[in-house]
């Protein structure tokens, strides 16, 4: 079988750590001493950077490192009418620091005023062709389920939704809308990154959800629609993968438990056309439940972590590999390789050094071509 167009056997999730220079110009910029667009001058500069970086590690996939990005998600879900930030999120599963995300409320009618995403797409693209590469643009947004999880009925205005479903068919729609921007605007590939059914696999998690939203099992049925909404009208040459991990803020995670509970669901319902999931350690299960990957998807299996700086056993790697393959209906050639999440799914980033995290990409895209030969995109 071949692959998806825009994956590839050695393949990322998206985030690379913030070079200083972007960190401290967004600390600048949020105290006023740097225009919107004298920070954009910067971040454009160490964009150009990361993406030879990419292309000199080996990548084929290339991203913006999310170098624009405080969170992967609220860089993005902020810019939706309707949607606010209020405060920050409370959580029994306090992280590194003591930092939480901000606290999504919607407080009227959702909407998509404008394009998000699109000219970041369109400046990454231009670096890239500059490159003289031919690789994958990369486009990462969060799933839209991160604008409920999260939330209760008290965070969505009920002047607004006195009833949820309209709730559910204005989310799927701005989704609609901005996949459409961005095809019209050249790209093919858009990734979901979506911590919210992995957070289902974690009973204390689970428990939590349902006192918010009811059945968890209905919950995960509820959004694999919802995923189903908001991609359903993309054209047929727009590949839609699916990222499912359990927390990454500075090398911590914030949940465990195996994909069983959402197997069926994540597997069987879901229209994506490749999933890209956690399976760094043993937080995240067995690989039994890729015994219901149909035959005609395929899974970046994240077996390398980025959560360490140390280099992986390139023999136990290819162990997993083969071991995940068993139950897979096409076996390895269902299989991708990638590091459990990004490097740096918040500004901070994980506990380790550029030339740490480099080396590793480097490593995963070796056993990649060791595994399936020279030639990744097939």
Not at 11 to 19: K, M, Y
Not at 86 to 93: K, L
Not at 290 to 297: A, D, I, N, T, Y
Not at 353 to 369: C, N, R
Request: net charge negative; aromatic share 8%; charged share 25%.
């Amino acid at each position: 079988m071949s692959l998806p167009n825009g994956v590839y056997r050695a393949d990322q999730v998206g985030s690379f750590l913030r070079p200083k220079a972007v960190l401290e110009a967004r600390e600048q910029a949020a105290q006023g001493q740097l225009k919107p667009e004298q920070l954009r001058e910067i971040e454009d500069k160490h964009i150009a950077d990361v993406v030879k970086k990419q292309l000199d590690a080996g990548l084929r996939s290339i991203t913006d490192g999310e170098f624009r990005r405080q969170w992967f998600h609220v860089d993005f879900l902020k810019h939706l009418s309707g949607v606010e930030l209020r405060g920050a999120m409370q959580s029994t599963n306090i992280s590194v620091g003591g930092t939480m995300p901000p606290r999504l409320v919607v407080v009227d009618k959702i909407g998509h005023p404008e394009p998000i995403q699109v000219n970041d797409f369109k400046y990454l693209e231009s670096q890239i062709a500059a490159a003289g590469a031919k690789a994958t643009t990369k486009v990462c947004i969060p799933s839209p389920t991160m604008v409920h999880f999260r939330n209760s009925r008290d965070t969505i205005d009920e002047k607004a939704y006195p009833t949820l479903d309209p709730f559910f068919e204005d989310l799927a729609r701005v989704y609609q809308e901005e996949l459409a921007d961005l095809y019209a605007a050249g790209a093919r590939f858009v990734q979901l990154d979506d911590t919210n059914l992995a957070y289902l696999c974690d009973p204390k998690m689970r428990s939590e959800a349902e006192q918010r939203h009811g059945d968890a099992n209905e919950l995960a049925r509820q959004y694999a629609a919802l995923i189903n909404a908001a991609i359903a009208k993309r054209p047929a040459d727009m590949t839609i993968g699916i990222h499912l991990c359990r927390g990454n803020h500075r090398s911590q995670w914030f949940a465990q438990g195996g994909y069983e509970p959402v197997a069926e669901v994540l597997f069987k319902d879901l229209n994506v056309d490749a999933y890209f999931l956690e399976y760094d350690d043993a937080r995240s299960g067995d690989f039994s439940p890729l015994r219901h990957l149909p035959p005609h998807k395929v899974v970046v299996l994240g077996v390398m972590t980025s959560k360490k700086a140390a280099l992986e056993d390139k023999a136990e790697v290819v162990k997993r590999l083969n071991e995940a393959a068993s139950f897979c209906p096409n076996g390895l050639k269902q299989l991708c390789l990638s590091h459990q999440c990004g490097f740096s799914s918040t500004s901070e980033g994980n506990d380790l050094t550029e030339d740490e995290q480099w080396a590793k990409v480097k490593l995963e895209v070796e056993i990649a071509k060791e595994v399936w030969g020279d030639d990744l995109s097939v």
